[in-house]
C-alpha cells in the first residue's frame, strides 16, 4: 500500500519505518527541510533505540523516503496519517492547529486526485475531533463528494524507549472508522498483525486514548501518594507494591514510586481530557486529584535535599537524569525541570548529566551541564537521581562518595540499592522508604 505519514516526530517517524518495514512505500512528510534531511541521510532526528537502523533499512530497500513536498505526496498515496502534535494550550485544552492545519493540507491535495483515499488520524486528540474536526475541512478544501472519502481514528500506545518494539509488537490495534473505505484500509495495512484488532466509531478510538494514559497516570499518583505514607510511617513500600501487585485485578505494572511522570503524553492528556470534560461540564475529579499529586513529587525531592542539606543556597548539587524516562531524549514535563528550577530558585550551584537529553534539557533551562556523571558529581554536597538509566543504577558508589564534597543522595527514582548505599556511608533518601 502507498502510504503518506504527515509529521516526522515520535509517533510519525515510527509508523513510517515499522509501515515500510511492512513492504508498504511509504513517504514521510514534514515542512521542516532539515528533519527531512537527516532522515533521508538515515539519520533519526530524534533519539529511540532501533529507529535509526530500522530507517535507514527503509531508505535502503526503498521503501521509506522523506519529503517536503507534502500535497503531492498525498496525492500519490492510497492512504494518509496525521500524526502531527497535538500540545496543551495554558488552560490544558488540546490545541488543535497543527491537526486543522494537516487536514486542510489534505483537502488542498485531493482537489487534483480522482477515485477514493483514506486519511486516518493517529495524534491524539479528543472524542469528536476526528468527525467535527478533520472530516469536515477536508471535504471543504477539496471539494470531494463524502462517499469517496474514507475518515479514521488509529490511536498509537507506543512507549517511548520501546517504540519500535511496540510498534512489531502490539497487544492491541484500535481501529476506529466512520466508513467502509478507511475500515477496509486500515484492515489490510495491519492484516499482518495477529494480534486482537478491536473495531469501533472513531470518537470511541478517541476515548480509548485519552482513558488509557489517564488510567495509567491516575495509578502512577496512586502509587506515590501511598508511597508519601509510607515514607511517614516507616514503611518500605516495595514490599507493599509487591503485595498489591500478586491481586490479578490490579497488577504488579505501575506500581513504582518516584518523582511522578512526565513526557509528552501523561500531563498532557490528562489536562486535555479533564478540559475537554469541563468544557461539557462533565465533573473530572479524578483527573484533577492526579495531577495535583503529580506536581507535589518533585517538591518533595527538593525538600528531601534541603532537610539533609540544611541550606540549599551556595550548594553544589549534581542532577543525574534529565529526560523523563530511559531510553529516550524527550526532556517534555520532565520532573528534572521543577527540581532544577527550584533548586536554582533556592541558590544552588546545579550541574546536571544525562546521556541523552542535556541538548533538549539546555532549550529549557539554561543549567551547566557535565559530559559525564564523574564529573557533574566532582566534589558535590548533594547528589539527585532524576531518571533510571542504566549508567546511573550500576555507579559505583564507593567512588561516588569519595569524589563528592556531601554524602547526601536522593533517590527520586528508587534507581538503587538503598541497603548498599547505606553501608557504603551515603545519607540515602528515596519516595517509598521510611
Known amino acids: 500500500m502507498k502510504v503518506s505519514v504527515i509529521g516526522t516526530g515520535y509517533v510519525g517517524l515510527v509508523t513510517g519505518a515499522t509501515l515500510a518495514d511492512l513492504d508498504n512505500q511509504v513517504v514521510c512528510l514534514d515542512i521542516l527541510e532539515e528533519k527531512i534531511n537527516m532522515l533521508n541521510s538515515g539519520n533519526s532526528p530524534i533519539y529511540e533505540p532501533g529507529l535509526e537502523e530500522l530507517l535507514r533499512k527503509g531508505l535502503k530497500n526503498k521503501n521509506l523516503v522523506g519529503s517536503t513536498e507534502i500535497e503531492q505526496n498525498i496525492r500519490n498515496s492510497d492512504i494518509t496519517f496525521i500524526c502531527v502534535g497535538t500540545p496543551s494550550d495554558n488552560n490544558g485544552n488540546i490545541d488543535?492547529?497543527?491537526?486543522?492545519?494537516?487536514?486542510?493540507?489534505?483537502?488542498?491535495?485531493?482537489?487534483?486526485?480522482?477515485?477514493k483515499h483514506t486519511v486516518i488520524v493517529k495524534s491524539t486528540v479528543v472524542p469528536l475531533t476526528t468527525e467535527d474536526v478533520v472530516l469536515p475541512n477536508i471535504l471543504k478544501k477539496s471539494g470531494w463528494k463524502r462517499e469517496n472519502l474514507g475518515i479514521g481514528m488509529n490511536p498509537e500506545f507506543l512507549r517511548e524507549g520501546s517504540a519500535i518494539h511496540d510498534a512489531q509488537n502490539p497487544d492491541r490495534i484500535v481501529i476506529g472508522f466512520a466508513d467502509d473505505v478507511a475500515r477496509k484500509?486500515?484492515?489490510?495495512?495491519?492484516?499482518?498483525?495477529?494480534?486482537?484488532?478491536?473495531?469501533?466509531?472513531?470518537?470511541?478510538?478517541?476515548?480509548?486514548?485519552?482513558?488509557?494514559?489517564?488510567?495509567?497516570?491516575?495509578?502512577?499518583?496512586?502509587?506515590?501518594?501511598?508511597?508519601?505514607?509510607?515514607?511517614?510511617?516507616?514503611i518500605d513500600f516495595q514490599e507493599v507494591a509487591e503485595g498489591m501487585g500478586l491481586d490479578s485485578r490490579i497488577s504488579a505494572e505501575f506500581l513504582r514510586a518516584g518523582a511522578g511522570f512526565g513526557g509528552s503524553c501523561f500531563p498532557k492528556d490528562v489536562k486535555a481530557l479533564a478540559a475537554a470534560a469541563k468544557n461539557s461540564e462533565v465533573e473530572s475529579l479524578m483527573l484533577k486529584a492526579t495531577l495535583e499529586v503529580n506536581d507535589i513529587q518533585p517538591k518533595i525531592i527538593v525538600k528531601m535535599a534541603e532537610e539533609r542539606l540544611g541550606v540549599i543556597k551556595g550548594k553544589k548539587i549534581a542532577i543525574l537524569g534529565l529526560a523523563f524516562k530511559p531510553d529516550t531524549d524527550d526532556v517534555r514535563e520532565s520532573?528534572?525541570?521543577?527540581?532544577?528550577?527550584?533548586?536554582?530558585?533556592?541558590?544552588?550551584?546545579?550541574?546536571?548529566?544525562?546521556?541523552?537529553?542535556?541538548?533538549?534539557?539546555?532549550k529549557i533551562i539554561d543549567v551547566k551541564m557535565a559530559p559525564t556523571p564523574e564529573l557533574a558529581t566532582e566534589k558535590a554536597d548533594c547528589a539527585i537521581i532524576m531518571t533510571e538509566w542504566g549508567l546511573y543504577k550500576n555507579l559505583d558508589l564507593e567512588s561516588l562518595l569519595e569524589r563528592m564534597n556531601g554524602n547526601v543522595l536522593i533517590d527520586g527514582r528508587r534507581a538503587l540499592n538503598a541497603k548498599k548505599a547505606d553501608e557504603v556511608g551515603f545519607d540515602y533518601k528515596t519516595i517509598g522508604l521510611g
Do not use: Q
Not at 478491536?198 to 482513558?211: D, G, N, Q, V
Not at 506515590?224 to 510511617?233: G, L, P, Q, R, T
Open 96 to 115: 488543535l492547529s497543527y491537526i486543522k492545519s494537516a487536514s486542510s493540507s489534505i483537502g488542498r491535495a485531493l482537489r487534483d486526485k480522482n477515485g
Open 335 to 362: 520532573r528534572s525541570e521543577i527540581v532544577v528550577r527550584e533548586l536554582m530558585e533556592k541558590g544552588a550551584s546545579v550541574v546536571a548529566h544525562d546521556p541523552e537529553g542535556m541538548a533538549n534539557f539546555k
Open 185 to 234: 484500509a486500515l484492515k489490510e495495512l495491519y492484516n499482518p498483525y495477529k494480534c486482537k484488532k478491536l473495531e469501533c466509531s472513531p470518537r470511541t478510538a478517541e476515548l480509548i486514548k485519552y482513558a488509557s494514559n489517564s488510567f495509567l497516570a491516575t495509578k502512577i499518583s496512586f502509587v506515590n501518594e501511598m508511597a508519601n505514607m509510607s515514607n511517614v510511617w516507616g
